[in-house]
């Protein structure tokens, strides 16, 4: 099964 | 005061069209740089980039940094009632809670201004490196446009894969599946027909077709999308914007899990 992780856990927040 | 004009306001209506679908509501920021936007779509796992640099305006004034806080969908609804060849004006004044657009046709005798409430709008800022990416591939944006939309009809996912061989679209549903491979091609008439595939290390990814197909929504404003990817790393798709900047788009791979 593949899941899809949100994006601020590749980019920091600023 | 906040002020910029476009000639070219057909560029303006398009880069709405590109990201109302993805967005609802998104802060411009307006600073001596240029119009810029960054807004994560509902669910988090898509990005929008928006630049346009102040040098790509025919006048562009920007006395002090400004966040404009806009619903899209509305602001969309207002830039429709521009025509396709008129010259868009966009004010704020400080201190203010509207932003007025204003059109004017190319011989001058119809002039309109429609004024729109801004908002207030939370929003996470993410800080997105400059990365090295293992894979970049160029093409044609409708020739991927399309490629999006046929595999959509098979699965709801795409598997790209990026190999010396060339790049492969993958898809797999109920009723089968399908297999879409694009060659390198530098040896075209023109060089917006043109595929190009630099690869560093051959890259497999899979994404989430219905944030592909929202991205090729902005696909009339480029002839070439740029596609570049790395293992583990969200996936962008790049269209410029008639040399005065560009749209991005972020979208997380599906990992296994």
């Known amino acids: 099964k593949r899941t899809q992780f949100p994006l601020r856990l590749y980019f920091a927040m600023t | 005061m906040f002020e910029l004009r476009l000639v070219q306001g057909?560029?303006?209506k398009k880069v709405l069209e590109s990201i109302k679908d993805l967005v609802n509501d998104a802060n411009f920021d307006c600073s001596s740089t240029g119009f810029s936007l960054q807004a994560m779509d509902s669910s988090h796992v898509a990005l929008v980039a928006l630049l346009l640099r102040s040098e790509g305006f025919e006048?562009?004034?920007?006395?002090?940094?400004?966040?404009?806080?806009?619903?899209?969908?509305n602001m969309a609804k207002m830039l429709k009632c521009a025509g396709n060849d008129d010259i868009i004006t966009i004010k704020a004044d400080?201190?203010?809670?509207?932003?007025?657009?204003?059109?004017?046709?190319?011989?001058?005798?119809?002039?309109?201004?429609?004024?729109m409430k801004l908002m207030d709008i939370d929003s996470e800022h993410l800080g997105i490196?400059?990365?090295?990416?293992?894979?970049?591939?160029?093409?044609?944006?409708?020739?991927?446009?399309?490629?999006?939309?046929?595999?959509?009809?098979?699965?709801?996912?795409?598997?790209?894969?990026?190999t010396k061989e060339g790049v492969r679209f993958s898809a797999r549903g109920d009723i089968g599946a399908a297999?879409?491979?694009c060659r390198q091609n530098a040896t075209v008439d023109k060089p917006e027909d043109a595929t190009i595939i630099e690869m560093q290390?051959?890259?497999?990814?899979?994404?989430?077709?219905?944030?592909?197909?929202?991205?090729?929504?902005?696909?009339?404003?480029?002839?070439?999308?740029?596609?570049?990817?790395?293992?583990?790393?969200?996936?962008?798709?790049?269209?410029?914007v008639a040399g005065?900047?560009?749209?991005?788009?972020?979208?997380?791979?599906?990992i296994e899990e």
Do not use: W
């Open chain 2, 179 to 181: 297999n879409i491979v």
């Open chain 2, 129 to 162: 490196p400059e990365a090295e990416y293992e894979a970049i591939i160029r093409m044609p944006s409708a020739e991927f446009a399309r490629i999006c939309r046929d595999l959509s009809s098979i699965g709801d996912t795409v598997v790209i894969s990026v």
């Open chain 2, 201 to 240: 290390e051959p890259v497999t990814l899979t994404f989430a077709l219905r944030y592909m197909n929202s991205f090729t929504k902005a696909t009339p404003l480029a002839e070439q999308v740029t596609i570049s990817m790395s293992s583990d790393l969200p996936v962008v798709v790049e269209y410029k």
């Open chain 2, 59 to 73: 006048h562009y004034r920007c006395d002090r940094n400004l966040t404009m806080g806009m619903n899209l969908a």
């Open chain 2, 94 to 115: 400080d201190g203010t809670d509207t932003v007025t657009f204003m059109f004017e046709s190319p011989s001058q005798d119809k002039i309109s201004d429609f004024e």
């Open chain 2, 244 to 254: 005065m900047g560009y749209i991005r788009y972020y979208l997380a791979p599906k």
């Open chain 2, 10 to 12: 057909s560029l303006l």
